[in-house]
């Protein structure tokens, strides 16, 4: 299984951005996908999450600003970022997990917002 991650990039605060992630293997089953960001100097953590049955879940600094959605014909999950503060500065990486077990991750892109 890979994950190839896309969208990244540098953008003014207030911007918005698409981060792309594309699934591609031996994917039988999807339990769920999701993003993951690791800011400079800190630990990963939880942006937004999807299950294959649809439901999601969102960081509380993340709300009202970013959108999950996937595209269950090509694998691929993405995240509409919104309103970029500086503070959404970093490495974002995706998620898939597999059912009944697997876990991948992507190789990760950048996002940078300047102030």
């Known amino acids: 299984v890979q994950l190839q991650a896309s969208g990244g990039g540098l953008v003014q605060t207030g911007g918005s951005l698409r981060l792309s992630c594309a699934a591609s293997?031996?994917?039988?089953?999807?339990?769920?996908m999701g993003w993951y960001r690791q800011p400079p100097g800190k630990e990963r953590e939880l942006v937004a999450g999807?299950?294959?049955?649809?439901?999601?879940i969102y960081a509380n600094s993340a709300k009202g600003r970013f959108t999950i959605a996937r595209d269950n014909a090509k694998n691929t999950v993405y995240l509409q970022m919104n309103s970029l503060k500086p503070e959404d500065t970093a490495v974002y990486y995706c998620?898939?997990?597999?059912?009944?077990?697997?876990?991948?991750w992507g190789q990760g892109t950048q996002v940078t917002v300047s102030s």
């Open positions: 998620n898939l997990k597999l059912f009944p077990r697997g876990e991948y």
């Open positions: 293997g031996s994917i039988f089953s999807i339990n769920a």
């Open positions: 999807l299950t294959s049955a649809g439901s999601t």
